[in-house]
């Protein structure tokens, strides 16, 4: 009885806390619940049934339109093709450079990681020309490894930050032991510090996924001479025409195209949440 009365009492103290959490939530998510709701209706109902989610004459229609429209097979596999060969190269580099940055007696540390996080709050913009004259430089332009470089390379300071926090948070046992079985320093990192690192490539990977298949602006930079290797974020562009917009079938691919970083998170869901604890105890 005793303990039915204390659970009582502490629900009661934490249910408006979880109200107002529960509001908060359906008040964030309604706009992607509204646009799946919107991918079954007609154009008419999504402009005239007001912000109603429940489709009066449900139509599969608009995601016909837009595997055409969108040229959506040709475009996903673009971007299967970038976003992996991205996570890939993306996970290889920052877990080499936050081990070398977090564990090793690397010359100006603190200035390098000091420079890492002053490059973070320079716009995309701004990088984007030298970084264009530099792959056209290495003749990869309108080619899907230009975009595969120019999106792996820049802007990935967070995730050597991730690595570099969970590595410095690593024991030194762990080391004293490898070098006592003869492991080097490279055996040290593939061997033992890396397969440690779970959760933080389970975040990198999540990170570099949904920014490599969200991309727009530097696959379309890249592929003006060649349409064809355009990923799905610049196919979506296909919906504005020059008087209209396509705005239902925009919902529909937008539908079908955020399947796979659903399934991602969810296989690395339990990753991420232990890589961000770890990263920030670190």
């Given at each position: 009885?005793?303990?039915?009365?204390?659970?009582?009492?502490?629900?009661?103290?934490?249910?408006?806390?979880?109200i107002?959490l529960?509001?908060?939530?359906?008040?964030w998510?309604?706009p992607f619940?509204?646009i799946?709701?919107?991918a079954?209706?007609?154009?008419?109902?999504?402009?005239?049934?007001?912000?109603?989610l429940?489709?009066?004459?449900?139509?599969?229609d608009?995601?016909l339109?837009?595997?055409?429209l969108?040229?959506?097979?040709?475009?996903?596999?673009?971007s299967?093709?970038?976003?992996?060969?991205?996570?890939v190269?993306?996970?290889?580099?920052?877990?080499?450079a936050?081990?070398a940055?977090?564990?090793?007696?690397?010359?100006?540390?603190?200035?390098?990681?000091?420079?890492?996080?002053v490059?973070?709050?320079?716009?995309k913009?701004?990088?984007i020309?030298?970084?264009?004259?530099l792959i056209?430089?290495?003749?990869?332009n309108?080619?899907?490894?230009?975009i595969?470089?120019?999106e792996?390379?820049?802007?990935k300071?967070?995730?050597i930050l991730?690595?570099?926090?969970?590595?410095?948070?690593?024991?030194?046992?762990?080391?004293?032991?490898?070098?006592m079985?003869g492991?080097?320093y490279?055996?040290?990192f593939?061997?033992?510090?890396?397969?440690?690192?779970?959760?933080?490539?389970g975040?990198?990977?999540?990170?570099s996924?949904?920014?490599s298949?969200?991309?727009?602006?530097?696959?379309?930079?890249?592929?003006l001479?060649?349409?064809?290797?355009?990923?799905?974020?610049?196919?979506?562009?296909?919906f504005?025409?020059t008087?209209?917009?396509d705005w239902?079938?925009?919902?529909?691919?937008?539908?079908?195209?955020?399947?796979?970083?659903f399934?991602?998170?969810l296989?690395?869901?339990?990753y991420?949440?232990?890589?961000l604890?770890?990263?920030?105890?670190?």
């Amino acid at each position: 009885m005793t303990k039915t009365m204390a659970w009582l009492t502490r629900f009661g103290r934490q249910l408006p806390i979880q109200i107002l959490l529960l509001a908060f939530t359906l008040i964030w998510s309604y706009p992607f619940i509204w646009i799946v709701s919107s991918a079954f209706k007609s154009q008419s109902e999504m402009f005239l049934g007001g912000i109603g989610l429940i489709p009066k004459e449900p139509t599969f229609d608009n995601f016909l339109r837009a595997w055409d429209l969108a040229n959506f097979y040709q475009y996903f596999t673009n971007s299967v093709v970038v976003t992996v060969a991205v996570v890939v190269l993306v996970l290889i580099i920052t877990s080499m450079a936050g081990y070398a940055l977090g564990r090793g007696n690397v010359p100006g540390k603190k200035w390098i990681l000091g420079l890492l996080v002053v490059s973070m709050f320079l716009p995309k913009g701004f990088t984007i020309l030298p970084l264009f004259e530099l792959i056209v430089g290495m003749g990869f332009n309108n080619t899907l490894f230009s975009i595969i470089l120019a999106e792996s390379g820049p802007s990935k300071i967070v995730s050597i930050l991730l690595f570099v926090g969970y590595f410095a948070s690593l024991p030194k046992e762990i080391e004293e032991s490898g070098r006592m079985d003869g492991a080097g320093y490279f055996r040290m990192f593939f061997s033992i510090m890396l397969p440690l690192s779970k959760p933080i490539i389970g975040t990198v990977t999540i990170f570099s996924f949904i920014s490599s298949w969200n991309a727009f602006f530097v696959p379309l930079i890249f592929t003006l001479g060649n349409p064809s290797l355009r990923t799905l974020g610049v196919g979506m562009y296909n919906f504005f025409g020059t008087n209209s917009v396509d705005w239902t079938g925009l919902a529909a691919g937008a539908c079908m195209s955020v399947i796979p970083i659903f399934i991602v998170f969810l296989f690395l869901q339990r990753y991420f949440i232990e890589g961000l604890a770890g990263s920030i105890k670190g």
